[in-house]
């Protein structure tokens, strides 16, 4: 069960770091650099991106949250308390971020592409920036107490 409990646990700990990894390239990186972009190069720019990366980022994030949920079952029978405990706060935190990204960042991608798949700049463009920044610092901040919890996890199990 050892075995199983740490194999889990460095797959949604690998998983989950690409999520990470891609809001925190977004909140120091990204972020700072369309505040000096027009409208349209921001509305294409941000389109395209989120057109291939709400095609492919799910992919990371659902092994992420399976194999998180599955680090704590396993832990959780194995009688490993600290382990199962750490990966369902990971968990938690990691449907948290589902939420904040459904609830705000989603519609966001979905008008910024469809904006630059229509060849035309967002008439918002800048005020949808805006939303989809103000929640940028929570999703990293989210991404960092899952895998945090899922360091203490492996360490645990």
Known sequence: ??????TLAVVATMANAVVYGTDVFSAIVQRPALAHVDDAVLTSTMGQIHRFGDRRMPVPGVFGLLATVATAVAAGFGGRVTAAAA????AAALVVWLAVYNKVSAPVNKELTDAALDCRTAPNARGLQRTWDSVINARVVLQAVALGAMCVALLAS
Request: proline fraction near 0%; charged fraction near 10%; avoid cysteine.
């Open 1 to 6: 069960m050892e075995t199983l409990v740490q």
């Open 87 to 90: 990966a369902a706060v990971a």
